[in-house]
Nanobody, 128 residues
């Protein structure tokens, strides 16, 4: 079973930055699309960003709400994906979840139903 573990969450001031990390087990990590989702209190889970395998060009996509502020990247040598978050606002407060697709070399998607393996989440709180 693939294990997904997030880290890096915490409390940050409005306008500040935070970098989240996700480690996913498995030798097929480099061939799978990884994504970040988030769930704010009382809200539905929403897409944040995804990154395709580097062998496929490493294409990235972002939700409109985070474009220009967040950057997703991957470190295949260490089975990690990161989310650099800048210019944070209270609206970014949420539990951030890392997810992995099951199909090798599949294209990225913003649909949570396309992701099979999920971490438990890491909490990000942005103080106003």
């Amino acid at each position: 079973q693939v294990q997904v573990v997030e880290s890096g969450g915490g409390l940050v001031q409005t306008g500040g930055s935070l970098k989240l990390s996700c480690t996913a087990s498995g030798s097929t990590f480099s061939a799978t699309t990884m994504a970040w989702f988030r769930r704010a209190p009382g809200k539905e889970r929403e897409f944040v960003a995804y990154i395709n395998p580097n062998g496929g060009g490493g294409h990235t996509e972002y939700a409109e709400a985070v474009k220009g502020r967040f950057t997703i990247s991957r470190d295949d040598a260490n089975n990690k994906v990161h989310l650099q978050m800048n210019k944070l606002t209270p609206e970014d407060t949420a539990t951030y979840l890392c997810a992995r697709r099951a199909t090798l070399f599949s294209s990225g998607t913003s649909s949570e139903e396309s992701y099979v393996f999920w971490g438990q989440g890491t909490q990000v709180t942005v103080a106003s």
